[in-house]
């Protein structure tokens, strides 16, 4: 892709459906104030309806993360290395072995990786020679869709959410430190919307392929905090892809739908 085409808008593609929480979700927020016999971790929840959500953050936060560890793709500073900066983790091994150690492992930087690409590079760590790395993948808030079931729900102990007590035990002494952690129920469902904006010469099924892999890695793995102990398991169902153009818009039109063929791992049974 030559400079002058690489940022041509060409189409912008909406992905969405519905996340479910099949085991109890914490995703942490903060509170000024802890009320007596409140939960020592609370959950993230929505200022005005105070319902639980997913942060955007947080999911595209996680899903960049497993994607870039299952390609090996990040930026890896080391403290003595003529390089100083490895980007695949597959190089790392004759620097260490020359004596290298590891400072710090952030996003992936290289243009030409997949990661870079689909989620892109902040402006203070864009490569000083080369391609402008734009960001293509937007992720937006998932709000509550079901917040009627939980309010009816008989075993709720907070506002749509469950409290779950976990003791840690002091291995010298035996003695029980039991703390009480907020989670969204194993059946709370949210309303997932990601925007993927494409340029140049990008390819749709490319970049769509991408999306699905990072979604089915995060299905795999968890969600949320706490995740080794059973927490945020969740499974995504694709309801809809959409595309618009630069026409869409100069026209006032409406999404056009794809045909896509989304992996049946994402179609919830």
Request: proline letters at 5%; charged letters at 25%.
């Amino acid at each position: 892709m030559s400079d002058a085409t690489q940022f041509e808008f060409k189409t912008r593609l909406f992905v969405s459906g519905t996340i479910t929480a099949l085991t109890g979700l914490h995703i942490g927020g903060n509170s000024t104030e802890m009320a007596i016999g409140g939960a020592d971790q609370i959950v993230v929840r929505d200022p005005l309806t105070n319902h639980p959500y997913i942060p955007g953050s947080s999911l595209r936060g996680k899903m960049r993360s497993l994607f870039e560890r299952m390609r090996g793709e990040m930026t890896v500073k080391l403290d003595k290395s003529e390089k100083g900066l490895v980007t695949r983790l597959e190089d790392l091994g004759p620097h260490l072995a020359s004596g290298a150690k590891l400072k710090s492992a952030g996003p992936a930087s290289d243009s030409g990786q997949a990661s870079a690409k689909l989620f892109g590079v902040p402006i203070d760590r864009q490569p000083k020679e080369g391609a402008f790395i734009p960001q293509r993948l937007v992720v937006r808030d998932a709000m509550l869709l079901n917040a009627e079931l939980l309010e009816e729900a008989r075993n709720t102990d907070m506002p749509l959410t469950e409290v779950k007590t976990e003791v840690a035990i002091d291995r010298i002494t035996s003695q029980a430190n039991p703390r009480q952690i907020e989670r969204v129920p194993a059946g709370a469902a949210f309303g997932f919307s990601f925007v993927l904006n494409l340029y140049g010469d990008d390819s749709e099924q490319e970049y769509l392929g991408w999306l699905f892999e990072c979604m089915q890695l995060l299905q795999d793995d968890y969600l949320g905090g706490h995740g080794s102990r059973g927490y945020g398991r969740v499974q995504f169902d694709v309801a809809s892809v959409t595309a618009k153009t630069a026409r869409h818009y100069r026209e006032n039109l409406e999404p056009e739908a794809l045909e896509v063929q989304v992996p049946e791992a994402l179609r919830r049974p």
